[in-house]
T-cell receptor, first 117, second 112 residues
Framework: GAGVSQSPSNKVTEKGKDVELRCDPISGHTALYWYRQSLGQGLEFLIYFQGNSAPDKSGLPSDRFSAERTGGSVSTLTIQRIQQEDSAVYLC???????????????FGPGTRLLVL | GQQLNQSPQSMFIQEGEDVSMNCTSSSIFNTWLWYKQDPGEGPVLLIALYKAGELTSNGRLTAQFGITRKDSFLNISASIPSDVGIYFCAGPGVQGAQKLVFGQGTRLTINP
């Protein structure tokens, strides 16, 4: 079946502008995650949505970052007044509620490569 | 906070060689995950380990969950060109299993 999709695949923007990144999770997955991957680094957790519960925003680096998930499916990550240090790959993942042994396997999308000039 | 340290950071090997990489932490993890990331793609889960001492294989890949719960290794036998990529270890953060903590990655390059 279809995996996690993200758009755009690449985005070049200028300092001070706002950007929106979109994630379409796997159908039926109730959990959705956003991560950031800086050049040559591992993934950094940003935010987590689970069903209708309030999102866990503890990983967002500043109040310029926000995310929403409409109808329990598609999610949008918004970065306001973008800065050069925001340049990174933004990855989205989704998972079922709880998997075997209580662990949730997270399936990742291809990411959005964001470059701030 | 929790950190996972991977070594080596990069490897350059000949096709057919075996590969070994490891991941260590100063704190205990109850689950160890190994992911592979191809260029331009998101990470894909290779192996998941849930019990200390557990040894699990997936084709030519073998991974073990260290007895101390503070380390794990991943071995690849008889490497082939498609093994090229970045390998990440990951585990659930203390603040919740959903918030995965990732190592910095081991970049594998294979000379044909």
């Amino acid at each position: 079946g279809a995996g996690v999709s993200q758009s755009p695949s690449n985005k070049v923007t200028e300092k001070g502008k706002d950007v929106e990144l979109r994630c379409d999770p796997i159908s039926g997955h109730t959990a959705l995650y956003w991560y950031r991957q800086s050049l040559g680094q591992g993934l950094e957790f940003l935010i987590y949505f689970q069903g209708n519960s309030a999102p866990d925003k503890s990983g967002l680096p500043s109040d310029r970052f926000s995310a929403e998930r409409t109808g329990g499916s598609v999610s949008t990550l918004t970065i306001q007044r973008i800065q050069q240090e925001d340049s990174a790959v933004y990855l989205c993942a989704s998972s079922r509620d709880r998997g075997t042994f209580g662990e949730e396997t997270q399936y990742f999308g291809p990411g959005t490569r964001l470059l701030v000039l | 906070g929790q950190q996972l340290n991977q070594s080596p950071q990069s490897m350059f090997i000949q096709e057919g060689e075996d590969v070994s990489m490891n991941c260590t932490s100063s704190s205990i993890f109850n689950t160890w995950l190994w992911y592979k990331q191809d260029p331009g793609e998101g990470p894909v889960l290779l192996i998941a380990l849930y019990k200390a001492g557990e040894l699990t294989s997936n084709g030519r890949l073998t991974a073990q969950f260290g007895i101390t719960r503070k380390d794990s290794f991943l071995n690849i036998s008889a490497s082939i060109p498609s093994d090229v990529g970045i390998y990440f270890c990951a585990g659930p953060g203390v603040q919740g299993a959903q918030k995965l903590v990732f190592g910095q990655g081991t970049r594998l390059t294979i000379n044909p």
